[in-house]
């Protein structure tokens, strides 16, 4: 198959659940995303905002309001859960407590009516990839909450699903064993070659796994990119908010050329900021800069914004600076230190603000 062929694809789904009275909820609305084969994709936004139900429309457990899911450019409206290639790992393992690991992970397969030997094998093979061979005969009531998560994650491999489903499958698991597990997933995933849908509500996770992500909120899909795209280029104030620390700046637009505006800023200072696809500003905008795109420097030093140093904050790694820029806007730089050295700033300094290539962008809203 080629590369990058749509697996999934969403069109225009809306579901709606009745709530009580007259009012229902729309836990998605008018969703459109297309996931390539092989991808690790990630869908990110806090909770209520309609991540699980995605998953369980593509799952088959329920049905769209509205719109299609397509699997490899097929509707699969028609088809039950158990006809989909594909497979789920619930938040909570959902793991049978009175059988072994390894009953666990042959459980699809028995139902599927594969021959015992095939099973058995399918087993080892799964046991071996999740590193769990010594603990194959243990009931899964006596292992710990990071084993069962790999006996988890074996038994929705075992049928050997073309895309793999994952709800949250970390949040129950402590900092340290999360940090592994993230890393385990990515081996895993590179490994098989399928498809996985990540689900989970920490932004940093969504980061440093995913291929692409989606940022959701309310029920919609507002930007979907890879995680660079999304970082350095939000393109909505929700986004720009929820992913990474942000400083935001009101303008207005003098000109437009291509994908760039020039935006004048309260202080009189005139900067250059990206556009969002499609996007062509006039009048009133905000603009985004994240504090690592920005350095201090002496006042008048070329900089493009000047302002009052007001409070310097350490942290070991890196150093924030809050500033107070001429308009009376707070404006935060973030460092990195290195050993020994400063940048020479301290509180109270007159200080001058460079803002790196295309640190700048304009939100759409
Ligand atoms: P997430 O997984 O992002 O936390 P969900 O998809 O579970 O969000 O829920 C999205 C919205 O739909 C929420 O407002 C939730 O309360 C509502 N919802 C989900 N399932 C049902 C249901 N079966 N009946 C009524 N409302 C539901
Ligand atoms: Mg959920």
Not at 128 to 149: A, C, D, F, W
């Amino acid at each position: 198959m080629a590369a990058g062929q749509s697996a999934i694809e969403a069109r225009g789904v809306t579901k709606l659940f009745q709530g009580a009275g007259q009012d229902a909820v729309k836990a998605l609305d008018n969703v459109s995303v297309t996931i390539r084969e092989n991808e690790f994709f990630t869908l990110l936004g806090p909770s209520g905002c309609g991540k699980t139900t995605l998953l369980r429309l593509i799952a088959g457990f329920d049905f769209p309001t509205d719109g299609e899911i397509l699997l490899y450019g097929q509707d699969i409206a028609p088809l039950p859960p158990f006809k989909r290639p594909v497979n789920t790992v619930f938040q909570n393992y959902a793991l049978f407590p009175h059988m072994t690991v390894g009953q666990n992970i042959g459980f699809g397969l028995e139902m599927l009516g594969k021959p015992k030997a095939e099973i058995e094998a399918r087993v080892n093979q799964m046991l071996k990839l999740v590193r769990m061979e010594e603990l194959k005969n243990r009931k899964t009531s006596q292992i710990s909450g990071g084993q069962q998560q790999r006996v988890a994650l074996a038994r929705a491999l075992a049928p050997a699903p073309k895309v793999l489903l994952l709800d949250e499958p970390l949040s129950a698991l402590d900092f340290k064993l999360r940090k592994d597990m993230q890393i385990e997933l990515k081996r895993l995933q590179s490994e098989t070659g399928i498809t996985f849908i990540f689900v989970t509500h920490d932004q940093e996770e969504a980061l440093t796994m995913s291929d692409r992500l989606a940022v959701m909120s309310k029920g919609k899909i507002l930007q979907i990119g890879s995680p660079r795209d999304i970082y350095d280029r939000p393109s909505e104030r929700f986004v720009a908010n929820f992913i990474g620390d942000t400083n935001f700046l009101e303008g207005d637009v003098q000109a437009v050329n291509g994908a760039e505006a020039q935006v004048k800023l309260a202080s009189g200072a005139v900067i250059a900021a990206g556009l969002p696809e499609g996007v062509k500003p006039s009048g009133r905008v905000t603009v985004v800069v994240r504090p690592e795109h920005a350095d201090l420097v002496k006042p008048g030093d070329a900089a493009d914004l000047s302002g009052k140093l007001e409070t310097v904050v350490y942290f070991g790694t890196d150093t924030h600076y809050h500033l107070n820029i001429d308009g009376g806007v707070p404006f935060i730089v973030r460092q990195q230190n290195s050993k020994g050295a400063g940048t020479g700033f301290s509180a109270g300094d007159a200080v001058g603000v460079k803002l790196e290539a295309h640190a700048a962008q304009v939100l759409r809203d």
